[in-house]
């Protein structure tokens, strides 16, 4: 078989992480994001503000990734 067959306790164990997860998330993350993206650059030169703004990104994908990781979707 080309996927693997999980238990009903196994599953409803994953949703209730991702849920329980993606609140925690949706609490913390926004603030934290926004705090990154209105963080004073004017004396920074162009090249480390600009990678400044691709944190907030890569925070996002890592949260991501890791609740995928956490509840065996990836």
């Known amino acids: 078989m080309p996927y693997e067959v999980h238990g009903s306790r196994e599953i409803v164990g994953a949703m209730l992480a991702l849920f329980i997860g993606a609140i925690f998330a949706g609490y913390i993350l926004p603030p934290s994001i926004s705090s990154i993206f209105n963080a004073n650059t004017t004396g920074w030169s162009t090249g480390t503000a600009a990678l400044w703004l691709v ?20």
């Open 55 to 74: 944190i907030g990104i890569v925070i996002v994908i890592a949260v991501v990734v890791l609740f995928l990781r956490t509840t065996g979707l990836i």
